[in-house]
């Protein structure tokens, strides 16, 4: 397939460090495969703050909590 060779190709000139993120990464998407990989267990959890904040000032709010 010519993704797959597409894919190949890019591994290959990756330093042997980021191979083996490359491959944790693959490993977990080939097991999420039926599932989202893509957890939303944090929406809402600053829902109490919307009383106090606009969405933009908790954006800002963000970068100061860094």
Known sequence: ????????????ELPDQLKVL???YVKQLSKDKDTSPFKFSWKGGLSDLSEHYTSIE?????LEWR
């Open 1 to 12: 397939m010519m993704l797959e060779k597409e894919i190949e190709a890019v591994v290959r």
């Open 58 to 62: 908790l954006q800002h709010k963000v």
């Open 22 to 24: 490359v491959l944790k």
